[in-house]
T-cell receptor, first 116, second 115 residues
């Protein structure tokens, strides 16, 4: 079974600084997707960024980028120019390409605090 | 506006009672999902449906049941057989149920508390 590990329960960053959240996963599949979701205090899950495993280029969405290391099974999220609104729980998630529904396996999350 | 709605936002239930959580989407998505979230844990998949009148068990289906009679709706029933039902429940949908994994879009969630 696939597992997703987020080893940092909590992280803190100063406003305008850069922070990196770590995620590792375990799978025997060669084709899969990886996601970072944000859960603010409202508790609604919001997609931040996604990465297809067959793409070597790291995904980028504005201030958010990933460092995808397929051989190491590592998928970290970098947040640049951190803003107060970035404070939230961040979940890493994995989805295999099985031809069926997109079943997500989530990590336990990292709580990000943004300070002035 | 297109989106996913869940109701109610908060739900209280006495032990031994069944309760149904509502999930509706107007995104014209084929696939829908139910997740459970407990403190300190990530989301865990309860049930999912790729198309109308079809659904499959996820990782923690025991004590839950679902139906998918309409494309827009995917209600979840928490039965009295669920031993620890107090949790936050999230519904999600994605464009298709097959092929490459699609991004899942989530509703605002329902907080269920068993008294």
């Amino acid at each position: 079974a696939q597992t997703v590990t987020q080893s940092q329960p909590e992280m803190s960053v100063q406003e305008a600084e850069t922070v990196t959240l770590s995620c590792t996963y375990d799978t025997s599949e060669s084709d899969y997707y990886l996601f970072w979701y944000k859960q603010p205090p409202s508790r609604q899950m919001i997609l931040v960024i996604r990465q297809e495993a067959y793409k070597q280029q790291n995904a980028t969405e504005n201030r958010f980028s990933v460092n995808f290391q397929k051989a190491a099974k590592s998928f970290s999220l970098k947040i640049s120019d951190s803003q107060l609104g970035d404070a939230a729980m961040y979940f890493c998630a994995y989805s295999p390409f099985t031809g069926t529904a997109s079943k997500l396996t989530f990590g336990t999350g990292t709580r990000l605090q943004v300070t002035l | 506006d297109g989106g996913i709605t869940q109701s109610p936002k908060y739900l209280f239930r006495k032990e031994g009672q069944n309760v149904t959580l509502s999930c509706e989407q107007n995104l014209n998505h084929d696939a829908m999902y139910w997740y459970r979230q407990d403190p300190g844990q990530g989301l865990r998949l309860i049930y999912y449906s790729q198309i109308v009148n079809d659904f499959q068990k996820g990782d923690i289906a025991e004590g839950y049941s679902v139906s998918r009679e309409k494309k827009e709706s995917f209600p979840l029933t928490v039965t009295s057989a669920q031993k620890n039902p107090t949790a936050f429940y999230l519904c999600a949908s994605s464009i298709s149920g097959g092929g490459r994994p699609d991004t899942q879009y989530f509703g605002p969630g329902t907080r269920l508390t068993v008294l």
